[in-house]
T-cell receptor, first 117, second 112 residues
Framework: DARVTQTPRHKVTEMGQEVTMRCQPI?????VFWYRQTMMQGLELLAY????????DSGMPKDRFSAEMPDATLATLKIQPSEPRDSAVYFC???????????????FGPGTRLTVL | GQNIDQPTEMTATEGAIVQINCTYQ??????LFWYQQHAGEAPTFLSY????GLEEKGRFSSFLSRSKGYSYLLLKELQMKDSASYLC?????????????FGGGTRVLVKP
């Protein structure tokens, strides 16, 4: 049963600390997405990759957030320094897009619930 | 940018039918997705429409009218486990790749 995995599932940290979230996409998928979900803003796209190359990170605050794909099986989202307003659930999703006709349905991981005190 | 509207909340009775509407305004439309999200869990894929018409999948159906910028998700024979948020998401074609923009979600409460 292929699924996206994310670690950690929960993270509580103090303001100013670095936070790293990890995602393992479904094996064979070539698109990876990072989202943030809060009650106020809903689900917002932060960044996405295709074939490990970053295509769009316009939704991400660049001064403190960074997203990378060191290899095809690992995507990371880092916040440094973290702030209380970063408290949210961060979802990773993966999909398969080989051509324009592919549906590229996104399959979501369980999320990382981040609390910054 | 994209503008996606869906009702915030709906209540229905077990065994009944509920229709969740979604309207959108966007350029470069390249498909519409519906996701289900139970409280505290991840969104899970329900349906995808890119052409006008109705797509049926068991108790769930999704309809799209591109000219009207309108879609609906129809849930039939409601069960208690259908209590969840339902997210409408529009995919927009961009040169750098497609992106999904999600609506705020419709919370559906199924009562006995």
């Amino acid at each position: 049963d292929a699924r996206v995995t994310q670690t950690p599932r929960h993270k509580v940290t103090e303001m100013g600390q670095e936070v790293t979230m990890r995602c393992q996409p479904i094996l064979g998928h070539n698109t990876v997405f990072w989202y943030r979900q809060t009650m106020m803003q809903g689900l917002e796209l932060l960044a996405y990759f295709r074939n490990r190359a970053p295509l769009d990170d316009s939704g991400m605050p660049k001064d403190r957030f960074s997203a990378e794909m060191p290899d095809a099986t690992l995507a990371t989202l880092k916040i440094q320094p973290s702030e209380p307003r970063d408290s949210a659930v961060y979802f990773c999703a993966s999909g398969l897009r080989r051509s324009q006709s592919d549906t590229d349905t996104q399959y979501f991981g369980p999320g990382t619930r981040l609390t910054v005190l | 940018g994209q503008n996606i509207d869906q009702p915030t909340e709906m209540t229905a009775t077990e065994g009944a039918i509920v229709q969740i509407n979604c309207t959108y305004q966007t350029s470069g439309f390249n498909g519409l997705f519906w996701y289900q999200q139970h409280a505290g869990e991840a969104p899970t894929f329900l349906s995808y429409n890119v052409l006008d018409g109705l797509e049926e999948k068991g108790r769930f159906s999704s309809f799209l009218s591109r000219s009207k910028g309108y879609s609906y998700l129809l849930l039939k024979e409601l069960q208690m486990k259908d209590s969840a948020s339902y997210l409408c998401a529009v995919r927009v074609f961009k040169a750098a790749g497609n992106k999904l923009t999600f609506g705020g979600g419709t919370r559906v409460l199924v009562k006995p």
